[in-house]
């Protein structure tokens, strides 16, 4: 090595210390001024991510969404601030809603100065959807290692769809970095076996090995081979040993580009807090901050000005300017430059990619959607669904799903002509099978939608608790990820208790953002789907029954198309009826809604001027206008009866504090369903009585 090429490595080496050190400092400084937060993890992870960042990642912070970029998931969110860091060291641009790069940073040192502070863009955890660049939310451990897999799948099945010879549009990779807690909760494992099964090698998660929980040791807790179990999982398993030695942690990092047919899983010896002489390799580093003195003595220990607060030195912008964003910018004008080309020669498919990238649908998306005449024994939910689903996967290129191993019952399997299974020789496929990983579904849904893919992930409804997490993150991230849910209540009535939801409808209801949808009959699931097909910032979980519900007359009551309202007059008095206004007003959903109707010929066979109101949806009701929902459910009128097979949780909104409600109050039981609904009152008469009874008649 000439004497010239010895000192730019020397300079090389410092300045590489220095961004790491910067870094460090950054995370350190934050947390002491917001005194609270995660210190120890960044100050060990900080060359990791700086590897990652500077020299691996393909992403340009000029356009933090193109397309073709490397995804970056911080699953160990509290350690927010390595992203932050990375964010603003890099100058990454933000972006905003309409997917418009911005002039403005997407983190200004000024949000570094105010971490965890009200509107600053450095808030405690990853938000996506807050701050430009982050790929995912994270946070709840475990959620982002399994919405990567998420993100891996949707990278091979773009590389598949979309690719051409000479034509690499999607070739990118995921790197995600967890820690102990990612690894001990089950979502974690979940999402490893299935991508080891599917050998996603466009896949690395580096583990932060730092024998450190909240609790203390991982002696006490967690003593498993955590390598074998990887390598149990079909991964590729690497060591590194010194988290500071940022040459092998690259190495590392291009033993995994060169791994094909399995993902990558290295294992990164670090010390929590590293350098900070009292608190390094305690659990005390972990979530609190350092206190001034040791933040001192951190400091003198990395060689940095002792004094010195949320200090960014000469040369740091630009080694990150000369690393990341160099490569990224060359990058990105090659494959744009490339999709010009692309999209010369195959303007559909460059269509198809820039509607994704939109979250738009194709023309012609919704036609061929089935249209179900009236019939009195009529057709399942899930049986309407699966017509539906059928029908859209046709239409839209780039929506599919799969269930946690309940397809055939769930009615999801896509079964048209070329739909094909995504696995790991056919990552096109439209067809996603799980496994019976409820959890890490509906994670890897996030991942997909994070990745512009429309997905659905179906399982009963019941085990929504199995996925419930991941679902409130689809709402956190405003994702329009779908869920689908069969054997809503008690339809599968011989299953018992175990099997049948109860508090399931009040619990998605009670997410914020989250579109719950009860549909009554086959129009009504179709209208759901039509409905939930448009939304592009918002989840949605569909509950369908089990067994088969008549589809209704809708000439004769109103057409199915009230769905997109929330809550729909059905069935109402007659308009020439003495009296005018309807006396007693019904309001059911689901199965449900079948009996309110039953009830109400009765009642108008009584001369009683009832009202059926169908609410497939309280949230799309309660955003709509005052007057319409005034016009659908009078406040003059008091006597109300909710009728639904599930918790009456939360029903007194619609039928006030003098309204009846038909729901559970206990478990189920273990029985056929007629009986379950004789025994817990879902039956016409009990409808009729307790409409009477509001009303002071018999
Ligand atoms: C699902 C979930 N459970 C609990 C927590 C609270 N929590 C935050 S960090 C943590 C454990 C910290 O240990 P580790 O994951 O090894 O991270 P490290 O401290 O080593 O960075 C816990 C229990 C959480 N964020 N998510
Ligand atoms: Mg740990």
């Not at 807690?181 to 466009?202: F, R, T, Y």
């Not at 003593?223 to 040459?247: K, P, Q, S």
């Not at 007659?574 to 109400?600: F, K, N, Q, R």
């Amino acid at each position: 090595m000439s004497a010239a090429g010895a000192v730019n490595l020397l300079t090389d080496t410092k300045l590489d210390q220095l961004c790491v050190n910067t870094i460090r400092t950054l995370s350190i400084d934050a947390v002491q001024q917001a005194k609270s937060g995660h210190p120890g993890t960044p100050m060990a992870l900080a060359p990791l991510v700086y590897t990652i960042w500077n020299r691996v990642l393909r992403f340009d912070p000029e356009n933090p969404i193109w397309p073709n970029r490397d995804r970056f998931v911080l699953s160990n969110g509290h350690a927010s601030m390595l992203l932050w860091s990375a964010l603003h060291l890099s100058r990454t641009r933000a972006v905003n809603a309409d997917y418009e790069t911005l002039g403005r940073p997407s983190v200004t040192l000024d949000d570094i100065r105010r971490f965890r502070q009200l509107d600053s863009k450095a808030p405690g955890h990853p938000e996506y959807h807050w701050t430009s660049g982050v790929e995912a939310t994270t946070g709840p451990l475990g959620q982002g290692v399994g919405a990567s897999v998420g993100m891996a799948i949707a990278e091979k099945w773009l590389a598949s769809h979309f690719n051409r010879p000479d034509f690499e549009v999607f070739d990118y990779n995921i790197y995600v970095v967890c820690s102990d807690g990612c690894l001990m909760e089950g979502v974690g494992s979940e999402a490893a076996s299935l991508a080891g099964h599917l050998g996603l090698d466009n896949l690395c998660w580096v583990y932060d090995n730092n024998h450190i929980t909240i609790e203390g040791s991982t002696r006490i807790t967690f003593t498993e081979d955590v390598e074998a179990r990887f390598l149990a999982y079909g991964w590729n398993v690497l060591r590194v040993g010194d988290a500071n030695d940022i040459g092998r942690i690259e190495h590392a990092l291009d033993i995994f580009r060169k791994t094909n047919g399995r993902p990558t899983f290295i294992v990164l010896d670090t010390h929590i807090g590293y350098g900070a002489p009292h608190k390094q390799d305690t659990a005390e580093a972990h979530g609190e901050p350092l206190g001034e003195e040791e933040v001192r003595l951190a400091k003198r220990f990395y060689g940095w000005p002792e004094d010195a607060k949320f200090l960014v030195p000469d040369g740091v912008y630009e080694r990150f300017a000369d690393g990341v964003g160099a490569r990224g910018a060359r990058l990105r004008r090659e494959w744009t430059g490339l999709f010009e080309a692309y999209r010369a020669q195959y303007p559909e498919l460059a269509n198809e990619i820039e509607l994704m990238q939109r979250r738009e649908l194709p023309e012609g998306w919704d036609r061929d959607l089935p249209v179900f005449p009236p019939d009195a024994k009529g057709i399942a939910g899930r049986d309407a669904s699966g017509k539906t689903l059928n029908a859209l996967a046709q239409n839209i290129p780039w929506f599919l799903g799969g269930s946690a191993d309940l397809g055939p019952s769930n009615r999801t399997t896509l079964t048209f002509a070329g739909a094909g299974d995504v696995q790991a020789e056919s990552p096109g496929g439209k067809n996603l099978h799980f496994g019976v990983r409820e959890h890490a579904m509906t994670a890897i849904v996030n991942g997909l939608s994070l990745s512009k893919i429309r997905a659905f992930g179906a399982t009963f409804f019941i085990f929504s608790d199995y996925a419930r997490p991941a679902i409130r993150l689809a709402a956190i991230m405003e994702l329009p990820a779908i869920f689908v849910f069969t054997h809503d209540a008690m339809g599968d009535g011989e299953d018992g208790p175990t099997h049948q939801p109860v508090e399931h409808l009040a619990s998605m209801r009670a997410i914020p953002g989250l579109i719950t949808l009860r549909p009554c009959d086959a129009n009504e699931v179709v209208e759901a789907y039509r409905y939930v097909m448009q939304l592009r910032h918002q989840p949605a979980a569909l509950a369908l029954s089990r067994q088969p519900l008549p589809t209704l007359d809708r000439a004769r009551y109103a057409p199915a198309s009230g769905l997109a309202r929330g809550a729909y007059v059905l069935a109402d008095a007659p308009a020439d009826s003495p009296g005018g206004h309807p006396e007693v007003i019904i309001i059911a959903t689901g199965s449900e809604v079948i009996l309110a109707v039953e009830a109400h010929e009765k009642l108008l066979s009584e001369g009683i001027r009832s009202r059926v109101v169908s609410m497939p949806s309280w949230e799309i009701f309660d955003h709509q206008t005052e007057e319409y929902r005034n016009s659908v459910l009078p406040p003059s009128v008091k006597a109300r009866v909710a009728v639904e097979q599930a918790s009456t949780l939360g029903w007194e909104r619609y039928v006030g504090p003098t309204g009846h409600i038909i729901g559970m109050n206990t478990f189920g039981a273990s029985a056929p369903l007629k009986e379950l609904q004789r025994k817990y009152g879902f039956e016409p008469d009990h409808v009729v009585a307790a409409a009477k009874q509001q009303l002071g008649r018999k």
